[in-house]
């Protein structure tokens, strides 16, 4: 028992934050008054928000197929430890096929390709100062203004979008495939009910040893209540492995599944 929760323990850890990359031999110098590394830093913290922006774009894709509509959404969950790359989103969708109606669950999940240096070497690939200080100047970004200038666009620079998208950790299973997925209410009704009160009913109970480190899990469940009323529960908190093993538990039998 105690080796298996040291596992679990252990496999929520964090990578450590990797030292900051120093500018290659090809950002060195000055590009039309642009300081190499200012504009290498401009240019790979560019490459990050595109990697996020797929990431984001590759999961909001997930879970309709093509002449398939959502009818509604499921839970869903966020794991964020404070590091960009580690940062996974997941959940259910509830999608039916536009010409027969038949409707099924479905699950998405989408990450990224989490060693850091890799977004570098590639960033490095795609390096060109000349022609990202040409867009600098026309986009009205001056040489004295680029130092710690954040969130500019590098939208006609050399072409990352293709070295990006293998990157990308993306799944999508679905309920006829893979009958687990339609599962997921079962564990949820046999919960007992939230102390809405604001007592904790497990005070005095064992509780599961925190996870240790800064990891924040997020888990929103739709439901109807209230008279019909469609409410959220939304739970979320730092280092608390239970969430951890209720997201386990309403998945529990996808990993089994092959795409």
Same mark, same amino acid.
Request: glycine letters at 8%; hydrophobic letters at 45%; charged letters at 20%.
């Given at each position: 028992?105690?080796?298996?929760?040291? @596992? /679990?323990?252990?496999?929520?850890? $964090?990578?450590?934050?990797? &030292? +900051?990359?120093? #500018?290659?031999? *090809?950002?060195?110098?000055?590009?039309?008054?642009?300081?190499?590394?200012?504009?290498?830093?401009?240019?790979?913290?560019?490459?990050?928000?595109?990697?996020?922006?797929?990431?984001?774009?590759?999961?909001?894709?997930?879970?309709?197929?093509?002449?398939?509509?959502?009818?509604?959404?499921?839970?869903?969950?966020?794991?964020?430890?404070?590091?960009?790359?580690?940062?996974?989103?997941?959940?259910?969708?509830?999608?039916?096929?536009?010409?027969?109606?038949?409707?099924?669950?479905?699950?998405?999940?989408?990450?990224?390709?989490?060693?850091q240096q890799v977004y570098a070497d590639l960033a490095e690939s795609r390096f060109?100062?000349? @022609? /990202?200080?040409?867009?600098?100047? $026309?986009?009205?970004?001056? &040489? +004295?203004?680029? #130092?710690?200038? *954040?969130?500019?666009?590098?939208?006609?620079?050399?072409?990352?979008?293709?070295?990006?998208?293998?990157?990308?950790?993306?799944?999508?299973?679905?309920?006829?495939?893979?009958?687990?997925?339609g599962q997921w209410q079962a564990p949820l009704a046999e919960m007992p009910p939230?102390?809405?009160?604001?007592?904790?009913?497990?005070?005095?109970?064992?509780?599961?040893?925190?996870?240790?480190?800064?990891?924040?899990?997020?888990?929103?469940?739709?439901?109807?209540?209230?008279?019909?009323?469609?409410?959220h529960v939304r739970i979320d908190d730092v280092r608390n492995a239970q969430l951890?093993?209720?997201?386990?538990?309403?998945?529990?039998?996808?990993?089994?599944?092959?795409?």
């Amino acid at each position: 028992m105690l080796v298996a929760l040291a @596992a /679990l323990l252990l496999g929520h850890v $964090a990578s450590p934050p990797p &030292p +900051p990359n120093p #500018a290659p031999a *090809a950002a060195q110098g000055e590009f039309d008054g642009y300081a190499g590394r200012e504009l290498w830093d401009a240019w790979l913290d560019w490459v990050r928000v595109r990697a996020i922006e797929q990431r984001t774009a590759a999961f909001d894709a997930l879970g309709a197929p093509e002449g398939w509509w959502i009818y509604r959404d499921g839970p869903s969950f966020e794991r964020d430890s404070g590091w960009w790359t580690e940062y996974v989103q997941a959940g259910y969708v509830h999608a039916c096929r536009r010409d027969d109606g038949s409707c099924e669950w479905i699950f998405r999940s989408a990450g990224l390709l989490r060693d850091q240096q890799v977004y570098a070497d590639l960033a490095e690939s795609r390096f060109d100062g000349p @022609a /990202l200080a040409a867009e600098l100047r $026309a986009g009205g970004v001056l &040489p +004295p203004d680029l #130092a710690g200038h *954040a969130g500019f666009r590098f939208e006609s620079g050399a072409p990352i979008d293709d070295l990006i998208a293998p990157l990308l950790r993306l799944r999508q299973v679905r309920e006829t495939d893979c009958p687990a997925v339609g599962q997921w209410q079962a564990p949820l009704a046999e919960m007992p009910p939230l102390p809405l009160n604001g007592e904790r009913a497990d005070a005095r109970a064992p509780q599961t040893p925190p996870i240790p480190i800064h990891i924040h899990y997020t888990i929103d469940i739709p439901m109807v209540a209230f008279g019909g009323a469609d409410v959220h529960v939304r739970i979320d908190d730092v280092r608390n492995a239970q969430l951890w093993t209720l997201w386990q538990t309403m998945t529990a039998g996808i990993e089994a599944c092959e795409d």
